[in-house]
Nanobody
Framework: QVQLVESGGGLVQAGASLRLSCAAS????????MGWFRQAPGKEREFVAA????????YYADSVKGRFTISRDNARNTVYLQMNSLKPGDTAVYSC?????????????????WGKGTLVTVSS
């Protein structure tokens, strides 16, 4: 059974940093893209970042470029999201996902697997 478990969320002040992790189990995803989405209260889920299986292809939403960095460790079946210079507008539930293509993630396509999410709250 495939599971994606996120961790690292919390309450921080604006300007702070957080590092999210998503550990996958049940199968190996080294040939799959992994990525992050977020959903703020009252808003639709939006794409944040995606990384291909090799790590050579990376996409970011314009709203997080230059502040967030996605990375992965295939030996650990884990994807990370380093979030710097956090803003109140980054407050959301952050969920990780797995899909065959990073481009599909960027285009908000259908994902193969989802985690349950971790809450990030940024206070002003």
């Amino acid at each position: 059974q495939v599971q994606l478990v996120e961790s690292g969320g919390g309450l921080v002040q604006a300007g702070a940093s957080l590092r999210l992790s998503c550990a996958a189990s049940g199968r190996t995803f080294s040939s799959y893209a992994m990525g992050w989405f977020r959903q703020a209260p009252g808003k639709e889920r939006e794409f944040v970042a995606a990384i291909s299986g090799t790590g050579l292809i990376i996409y970011y939403a314009d709203s997080v470029k230059g502040r967030f960095t996605i990375s992965r460790d295939n030996a650990r079946n884990t994807v990370y999201l380093q979030m710097n210079s956090l803003k109140p507008g980054d407050t959301a539930v952050y969920s990780c996902a797995v899909e065959t293509s990073a481009l599909t993630m960027k285009n908000n396509g259908v994902m193969s697997y989802w985690g349950k999410g971790t809450l990030v709250t940024v206070s002003s």
